[in-house]
């Protein structure tokens, strides 16, 4: 894990929450939390505009996802085509599809040097500024292991569809040991202690999930999480490519539509 970065997604500026919100529960409605669930099973929960912009998902509607995808610092053709074949893994089984354009891309790729990688959450993307990127892959070039683009692009584009962080489910997070946690990620990403315990110390707030009844530690959205760390000794393998339980939930999620 020291060999390579770590993705540290995106988030929006905490003034652009509620509006971002209210964008992800037009486009998709069950992005909108379950209030009345929630106001029963939590003691003293008060429904404000910014606890609702906290809990909503940032899903694309079902009805098939296509987004057009720009690259801002011109990189060659065939290193283009190369991203965006690994961005349409995900294509397979679901009703999703990124297309190259030039023209108000919604995607905007950047690979900044030192900025890592990242990418803003589903409608998120329609919340930042059209010239800014959406999603980083620093320093890709066609010399990079094919390794490399299955795990990274094929992630980071996890998160564009709306996918968050799978070791952020709380059994995965209650694995870790936080101490050791902070030693490590201090040591091989130069994380402080307070970004640490935000990208992998923190749970997922259950009530804001949408997806499987448990945590898949396979998952292409699943940090590595070596057993020096954990409470056990036993790692959290994470995941390299797009896997099997990925596939069958995000189908549901954007379903193909049959063919006559």
Known sequence: MANYAVCVPKSL?????VAAAAIAAEINPVNHPPLYRLAAIVP?????????????????????VKLTV???DDPPADLRARII???NAWSSRLNVNFTETDTDPQVR????????????????????DKSAPTMNL????????????????????????????EHMRRDLVDKIDPDKAIAFFGATQGWDPDQVRRQVLTPLEDSSLWGTGHSDPGSIMCYQIPGTITKDGEPILGGLDIDESDLAFMAKVYPKTLQT
């Open 13 to 17: 500026a905490p003034e652009k929450l």
């Open 44 to 64: 003293g929960f008060e429904v404000t505009r910014e606890r609702i912009a906290v809990l909503t998902t940032k899903y694309w509607h079902t009805k098939g």
């Open 70 to 72: 720009g690259f801002l």
């Open 85 to 87: 074949s690994h961005m």
């Open 109 to 128: 790729i950047a690979r900044t040097p030192g900025d890592g990688y990242w990418s803003y959450l589903g409608t998120d993307i329609l919340s930042i």
């Open 138 to 165: 620093a320093e890709f070039t066609m010399e990079t292991p094919e390794s490399e683009f299955i795990r990274v692009v094929r992630h980071e584009t996890g998160h564009t569809l709306g996918c968050p962080h």
